[in-house]
C-alpha cells in the first residue's frame, strides 16, 4: 500500500533536485542562495582591497611630504581604492543581498533567470580580475576613479592604463545591468501567492525602484566608457576640443550615472534598515504607502541632481541653480523615510540587541552626512568646497553610512539564516564602536581640512600649511576603523565554527524568510506560501499574522508541494494582484553562464591589448553560447496544465503570456533605450557647444543608402510581423519563410548603413560630428545585425517544432526586437539627413 510520501522524504526529494553539484562542478551552480553568498563573499575580498588602499592614502597623508608614496603610486592607488570601493564593492554586495534575500522574503523558490544571476557573478569576477591585474602589475589607471577627460585621453594618459579602467569597469557593468534585469523581473513576476504589490515587503520596494534605477543609470557610464576607449584606440574626437568635441560631456555622462548611483547604493541598503528595524521596534513599520511613494520619489529625483558635480566647471547659471534645487529636493524623501523610522522605534517596544546598535550607528552619521549633503547643495559654498576635503568627508558620511553600518547589521541579523549558527555580541559591540569611533575621528577632521582649503587627490602638502595635525588624526582613526572591520571578520570566522545554534526566526520577525529551516535549504520553501486569506499581512510581516506557517510550509500545506515531477518548480503570479499566472520551470546547474562569461573575457581582453583580430571569433563564440541557452527550454508539443496544489492547476510558463522571457526583453530594451537617449544627448550636447557643428564637410543629404537603409529596417519589422501572424503548425513554413525574410531585410540594412559610414560619413577621426554620426550609425547596424540573429535563430527553432500558436516567444521576440531598432533606426536616419539637409 503506497501513500502520499513523508515530509522528511519529501525535503529530500526536493534537495535531490535544487542542491549544487559537489567538488569543482559547482563552478555550474546556478541557485541564487549561492549566487548570491558568491557577490557577497568576493565584494568582501574587493572590499579588504579597496581598505588595504585606503590605509596606504591615509600612511602617505599622516605627515606633510611624506616619501611614502611617490605621485605616480598614490595617483595609481587613489584612482583603483574609488573604483574598487565603488564598482567592485559597494553594488555587487548589494545586489549580492538582494539575489540571496529576495526570493525567501517573496516566498518563492528562485530567481526568474537562475544562469542569467551566474552570468552576471563571473561577469563582475572577471570584470574585477581585469581592474586587479593592471593594479598588481603596475598599469592601473592614475587619472582618479572618474576618469574625467582630457587627463584621461591617450595624449595625456599613454599606455593601457586609461584602457585597463574603461574595459574592467564597463565588464563589471554588465553584471549590473544583468542583476537589474533578473531582480526587477522576480519582484514583478515570482511572488507567494496573494501578495500583491500593495503587500509586498518593503525591500522588495526598495530594489525594484534600485533595478530601475540601474536600468536607467548604467548605460550612460557604458557609453561614456565605449566612447573614450574608441578615441583612445581609433582616435574618434568626443572629447576634443580642437576638433570639435567637449570634455564636459565625458564628465554629463558619467555623472549621469555617478549621482544616481548614490542612492542606487543608499536605497537597498535603507531597504534592510525597513526589514530589520520592525523586528526590533516589535510593531510594523510606520508609514507603508509612506516609504513607498518615498523611494519612488528618491529614484525620480536623483536623475536631476548629475550637474551639481559640475557646478565649478562652467555650466550655465540657470543649469547650476536647476541642479541646486533638485539637490535639496531629494533631502524631502529621505526625510520621510527617517520619520518613518523614528515613529516605528517611538510607538513600538525597541529590543537594544546587536544589529540594532549599527542601526542606531547609521542613523547618526547618515543624517550627519545628509546635512552636510545640503551644503553642498548652495551654490556659493559649493564653489568654496568643491573639489577639497569637505567633500571627501561629506561623501564618505554618506556612503559609510548610508551603506556600511546597515550591511554590517545585516551581516549579523543574516548570519542565522547562512549558517544556523548565533554571532557574539561581546566581540560585536568591540567591532561597532572601534568602527564608529574610528569612522569618525577619520573623516570629521577632513570637514576641516577642507575648510581649511586642502584640495583632494593630492599626494603631498606643505610643512606649513596647517593640515597636519588633523591629517594625523584622520590617520589614526583610520587604522582605528581597520582594526574594527578586522575584529568583525573574526567575528565571523569564530561565529561559523563555535557560536551557538539559532533557533527558528532567533529575532522574532514577520519576515518570510524565517518561515523556513535555518540554514535556509537550497529550495527554501517545502510548499509556496498561500497569502490569499491575510489580507491583514500588510506590509511584508505574514509571520506575525500566522506564527505557524513555517510548520505549516514543511508539511506541505501551500502551493507546489509535490517534487514528484523532478524538475525545478516555482509559481509566477499576476503582477499587480499576486494571483497565481502560471507555472515556472527553472533550470538546473548549468556550465553555460561561465563559459559564456569566459568567452567575453577573451573579447574584452583582445580590446585591451588591441589584438583586433580575436574580437570577432570572441564575440561570435560569446553570442553562439548565449544562443544555446535557451534551445532546450522550450516544449515541441502544447502542454497541458498541472495540478499545483490547492485545487489549483497552471499551464508552464512556455505557453504563457507574458512568461519570464518575455519580461526580460523588455527590462534589457529599457537599458537599451537609456543607452540611445544618452548617445543623442551627445549630439545634441555637442551640436550646441561646438563653435563649428557641423562641419562643412557633412553627411550628404542626397545619397541613396540611407534610404535603402530605411527601407530594410521596414521591411525585415514587416517580416518579423508576417511571422508573428504564420505562427501556427499548420503554416510553419510560411513562419520560418517570414523570419527568414526578416533576417535577410536585417542584413541588407547592415550593409546599406555600412554603406552610409563609409561613402557619406567623412573620416571620424577628423571631427566629432563625423565621430558621432558613425556611432549612431553603429549604434543602429548593431541592432539590426542581432535583429538578423534573432530572427535566423527563431526560424530554425520555428522549423525545429518549437513553435505553435500558443508556444510562440521564438516569433514575439524578434517582432518586438525590429520594432524598437525600427523606431531607432529611422530616428537617427532622421535626425542625421534631416539636420545635414536643413543646413544646407
Not at 49 to 68: D, E, I
Not at 264 to 289: N, W
Not at 636 to 656: I, K, W, Y
Not at 720 to 746: D, E
Request: proline share 7%; glycine share 10%; hydrophobic share 55%.
Amino acid at each position: 500500500m503506497t501513500g502520499a510520501p513523508s515530509a522528511l522524504a519529501r525535503h529530500r526529494a526536493f534537495e535531490r533536485i535544487w542542491r549544487n553539484p559537489r567538488g569543482w562542478r559547482s563552478l555550474a551552480a546556478v541557485n541564487h542562495t549561492t549566487v548570491g553568498l558568491r557577490f557577497i563573499l568576493t565584494a568582501l575580498v574587493f572590499f579588504l582591497v579597496g581598505g588595504v588602499l585606503a590605509m596606504m592614502m591615509r600612511a602617505q597623508l599622516a605627515t606633510a611630504q611624506s616619501g611614502f608614496l611617490g605621485a605616480e603610486a598614490y595617483s595609481q592607488i587613489f584612482t583603483m581604492h574609488g573604483t574598487v570601493m565603488m564598482f567592485l564593492f559597494a553594488i555587487p554586495m548589494l545586489e549580492g543581498c538582494a539575489i540571496y534575500l529576495l526570493p525567501k522574503m517573496l516566498g518563492t523558490r528562485d530567481l526568474a533567470y537562475p544562469r542569467l544571476g551566474a552570468f552576471a557573478y563571473w561577469c563582475y569576477l572577471f570584470g574585477g580580475l581585469i581592474l586587479l591585474g593592471g593594479l598588481a602589475a603596475g598599469l592601473a589607471p592614475r587619472s582618479g576613479w572618474f576618469m574625467y577627460t582630457p587627463l584621461s585621453s591617450s595624449t595625456y594618459s599613454p599606455g593601457v592604463n586609461a584602457d585597463v579602467w574603461l574595459i574592467g569597469v564597463t565588464f563589471s557593468e554588465i553584471s549590473a545591468l544583468c542583476g537589474g534585469v533578473e531582480l526587477a523581473a522576480s519582484i514583478l513576476r515570482l511572488r507567494a501567492a496573494g501578495m500583491p504589490l500593495s503587500r509586498m515587503p518593503l525591500f522588495a520596494w526598495y530594489m525594484l525602484v534600485t533595478s530601475a534605477m540601474i536600468l536607467v543609470g548604467f548605460p550612460p557610464l557604458i557609453l561614456g566608457s565605449i566612447l573614450l576607449e574608441a578615441e583612445r584606440a581609433f582616435d574618434w574626437p568626443f572629447f576634443d576640443v580642437a576638433r570639435g568635441g567637449d570634455p564636459l560631456l565625458w564628465q554629463h555622462l558619467f555623472w549621469m550615472f555617478g549621482h544616481p548611483e548614490v542612492y542606487i547604493i543608499f536605497l537597498p541598503a535603507a531597504g534592510l534598515v525597513s526589514t530589520m528595524l520592525p523586528a526590533f521596534a516589535r510593531r510594523p513599520l510606520a508609514g507603508y504607502r509612506w516609504i513607498v511613494a518615498s523611494i519612488a520619489a528618491m529614484g525620480i529625483i536623483s536623475f536631476a541632481l548629475w550637474g551639481h558635480h559640475m557646478t565649478t566647471a562652467g555650466i550655465a547659471d540657470h543649469s547650476a541653480l536647476v541642479f541646486s534645487v533638485a539637490s535639496m529636493l531629494v533631502a524631502l524623501p529621505t526625510a520621510v523615510q527617517f520619520f518613518c523610522w523614528l515613529a516605528t522605534l517611538y510607538t513600538g517596544r525597541p529590543v537594544f540587541r546587536l544589529p540594532m546598535l549599527y542601526l542606531a550607528g547609521f542613523l547618526a552619521i547618515f543624517v550627519l552626512g545628509g546635512m552636510t549633503g545640503v551644503m553642498l547643495a548652495l551654490l556659493p559654498f559649493n564653489w568654496q568646497a568643491h573639489d577639497t576635503h569637505f567633500v571627501v568627508a561629506h561623501l564618505h558620511y554618506v556612503l559609510i553610512g548610508g551603506m556600511i553600518f546597515p550591511l554590517l547589521a545585516a551581516a549579523y541579523y543574516w548570519m542565522p539564516h547562512v549558517s544556523g549558527r548565533m554571532p557574539s555580541p561581546v566581540l560585536g559591540r568591540w567591532a561597532f564602536w572601534l568602527i564608529f569611533g574610528g569612522f569618525n575621528l577619520t573623516f570629521l577632521p577632513m570637514h576641516l581640512t577642507g575648510m581649511l582649503g586642502m584640495p583632494r587627490r593630492m599626494h603631498a602638502y606643505p610643512a606649513d600649511s596647517g593640515w597636519e595635525s588633523l591629517n594625523v588624526t584622520s590617520s589614526i582613526g583610520g587604522f582605528l576603523q581597520a582594526a574594527g572591520f578586522a575584529l568583525f571578520l573574526l567575528d565571523l570566522f569564530l561565529h561559523v565554527r563555535v557560536g551557538r545554534r539559532a533557533g527558528r526566526n532567533p529575532w522574532g520577525s514577520g519576515s518570510l524568510e524565517w518561515a523556513m529551516a535555518l540554514p535556509a535549504p537550497s529550495y527554501n520553501f517545502g510548499a509556496i506560501p498561500d497569502l490569499t486569506a491575510q489580507p491583514e499581512a500588510h506590509g511584508g510581516h505574514p509571520l506575525w499574522h500566522r506564527p505557524g506557517l513555517g510548520a505549516d510550509l514543511a508539511s506541505g500545506k501551500g502551493y507546489l508541494a509535490d517534487p514528484g515531477r523532478n524538475q525545478r518548480e516555482t509559481l509566477a503570479v499576476e503582477v499587480r494582484t499576486g494571483r497565481p499566472a502560471y507555472l515556472l520551470v527553472l533550470p538546473g546547474s548549468s556550465w553555460l553562464p561561465l563559459a559564456s562569461a569566459g568567452a567575453l573575457m577573451v573579447f574584452f581582453l583582445a580590446l585591451l591589448f588591441k589584438a583586433y583580430i580575436v574580437v570577432p571569433a570572441a564575440a561570435t563564440l560569446a553570442a553562439g553560447l548565449l544562443a544555446c541557452w535557451g534551445w532546450r527550454t522550450g516544449l515541441r508539443t502544447d502542454p497541458s496544465a498541472v495540478d499545483v496544489g490547492n485545487g489549483l492547476r497552471l499551464l508552464p510558463h512556455t505557453v504563457a503570456r507574458h512568461p519570464p522571457g518575455w519580461t526580460g526583453v523588455q527590462l534589457m530594451l529599457v537599458a537599451d533605450a537609456a543607452i540611445f537617449a544618452s548617445l543623442s544627448f551627445g549630439y545634441a550636447y555637442l551640436w550646441v557647444v561646438s563653435p563649428l557643428w557641423p562641419p562643412p564637410a557633412c553627411v550628404a543629404a542626397d545619397a541613396p543608402a540611407p534610404l535603402s537603409a530605411a527601407g530594410a529596417l521596414i521591411a525585415a519589422t514587416a517580416a518579423a510581423w508576417m511571422a508573428r501572424r504564420r505562427r501556427s503548425l499548420r503554416a510553419r513554413k510560411a513562419c520560418v519563410a517570414w523570419q527568414t525574410g526578416a533576417a535577410i531585410g536585417g542584413a541588407a540594412a547592415v550593409w546599406a548603413l555600412g554603406r552610409i559610414v563609409l561613402d557619406a560619413v567623412p573620416d571620424p577621426a577628423g571631427h566629432a560630428y563625423a565621430a558621432v554620426t558613425a556611432a549612431m550609425l553603429c549604434y543602429v547596424a548593431i541592432h539590426a545585425a542581432a535583429g538578423t540573429v534573432l530572427s535566423g535563430y527563431g526560424a530554425l527553432r520555428t522549423w525545429a517544432g518549437y513553435v505553435s500558436p500558443v508556444r510562440c516567444l521564438d516569433v514575439r521576440i524578434p517582432l518586438l526586437w525590429w520594432l524598437y531598432s525600427m523606431a531607432t533606426g529611422l530616428a537617427v536616419l532622421a535626425l542625421l539627413y534631416g539636420t545635414a539637409h536643413a543646413l544646407r
